[in-house]
């Protein structure tokens, strides 16, 4: 059943259709509402094709020798730089950050995260590296314990939303 009878397609702007379909992912627009300030928007994101998913290869040069090396779906590192041992070989995923605005109205990226592997360092498994605070000091989660942080960071992120619900009188 239609509860929203009364909006009539006209009316309907894409603000609207997102208070109405919480949740549901809206097209880009040009009306005011969407134009945030760029530290404001959501991280960007990108559906993974199913050509993305097949292993692929990479060539590395380690002192100048050319070396073939198979490439996790999830690298973005072009290996363009040139390595003295193959164990310095690094696959990188793409960085995930959170801008956070600063009191002088710099915006500050932080809890970035992404994929690493040294795959043939002693430790080769690939894992999620956290860089808290940009000062380039990572922690490492292997397995599940990157899905335990970001529990954790949804369970941070409730906490806000209920204390900024409690200055709209309760009202989330
Ligand atoms: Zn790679």
Known sequence: ???????SPAAVTSAKVRAVLAGVPQQP????VDRWDATDRPIPFS???AAEQLPRRA???????????????WCVSPHTEKLNFIEDLTHTGEAISLPVRQFDGSVEQ???AQLVQW???DKSEPYMSVDADGSGECNEYHGPAGL???????AHAERIRAEVAKLNGGRS
């Open 1 to 7: 059943m239609n509860t929203n009878e009364n909006l």
């Open 29 to 32: 627009t040009t009306e005011q």
């Open 47 to 49: 559906l993974t094709s």
């Open 59 to 73: 060539t590395v040069s380690v002192r100048g020798v050319l070396v073939d090396v198979q490439c996790p779906s």
């Open 110 to 112: 932080v809890l970035t």
């Open 119 to 121: 795959p043939f360092a």
């Open 148 to 154: 335990a942080f970001a529990d954790q960071l949804v």
